[in-house]
């Protein structure tokens, strides 16, 4: 039987869409002068995790209440950790990297490496000088995300199903409750839940 070892499943934690199209989590509307304060009212009742899905055009918008709230807020004994994902595509690179030449010191980072294909190449992400800097200096936790098999990923994407949802045998689609499937998805979960377990300080309050 699978051990799932979520690091904070037996936290209360909420999950936020900050682009309004995140399903069944919690939507907040971005772009009114005060609305990133939902933050604060939210942890000062007690919730210890929230994970914010930063959308398209959200960006701006947060890096603003953000310069603006950072200082208060972190004198409450509130941390922030960033979460980039970088690909072999240098375009990812640099968006994590103009991030962090906003946030600085002023956040935790976790960076996910994620393997869009089968023999994915960071090079450079691991090479390039700046990247190298930015690891020196912020000392990221490095998070790795395999690629998934596109017999796979192509009908969880296409049906709009989660990955844990297949691993469950959670799902109306016939050609995802293929045992083959399934175990691939176990199999994806498992290590994925691994390298969240090796982070898990970067989240854990």
């Given at each position: 039987m699978e051990t799932l070892r979520y690091p904070w499943?037996?936290?209360?934690t909420e999950y936020w869409g900050?682009?309004?199209?995140?399903?069944t989590v919690t939507k907040v509307n971005i772009h009114t002068s005060a609305g990133l304060d939902a933050f604060v009212d939210h942890l000062d009742g007690g919730t210890p995790i929230i994970l914010a899905d930063m959308g398209a055009g959200a960006g701006q918008v947060a890096a603003d209440w953000f310069d603006s709230m950072h200082e208060?807020?972190?004198a409450t004994g509130v941390s922030f950790t960033a979460v980039g994902v970088v690909t072999p595509d240098p375009a990812s690179?640099?968006?994590l990297l103009a991030w962090a030449s906003r946030l600085q010191d002023?956040?935790?980072?976790?960076?996910?490496?994620?393997?869009?294909?089968a023999l994915a190449d960071f090079t450079y992400w691991k090479l390039t000088e700046q990247a190298l800097r930015f690891?020196?200096?912020f000392s990221p936790e490095v998070l790795q995300m395999e690629f998934r098999l596109a017999e796979l990923e192509n009908p969880i994407r296409q049906h709009g199903v989660q990955l844990g949802q297949v691993a469950d045998r959670k799902v109306r689609v016939d050609e995802l409750k293929r045992a083959s499937l399934v175990m691939r998805a176990q199999s994806y979960r498992r290590r994925l839940f691994a390298e969240f377990d090796r982070a898990r300080e970067a989240f854990l309050p």
């Amino acid at each position: 039987m699978e051990t799932l070892r979520y690091p904070w499943e037996r936290l209360e934690t909420e999950y936020w869409g900050l682009n309004g199209d995140n399903g069944t989590v919690t939507k907040v509307n971005i772009h009114t002068s005060a609305g990133l304060d939902a933050f604060v009212d939210h942890l000062d009742g007690g919730t210890p995790i929230i994970l914010a899905d930063m959308g398209a055009g959200a960006g701006q918008v947060a890096a603003d209440w953000f310069d603006s709230m950072h200082e208060d807020v972190a004198a409450t004994g509130v941390s922030f950790t960033a979460v980039g994902v970088v690909t072999p595509d240098p375009a990812s690179v640099e968006s994590l990297l103009a991030w962090a030449s906003r946030l600085q010191d002023r956040v935790h980072y976790v960076v996910v490496e994620n393997a869009t294909s089968a023999l994915a190449d960071f090079t450079y992400w691991k090479l390039t000088e700046q990247a190298l800097r930015f690891r020196e200096i912020f000392s990221p936790e490095v998070l790795q995300m395999e690629f998934r098999l596109a017999e796979l990923e192509n009908p969880i994407r296409q049906h709009g199903v989660q990955l844990g949802q297949v691993a469950d045998r959670k799902v109306r689609v016939d050609e995802l409750k293929r045992a083959s499937l399934v175990m691939r998805a176990q199999s994806y979960r498992r290590r994925l839940f691994a390298e969240f377990d090796r982070a898990r300080e970067a989240f854990l309050p």
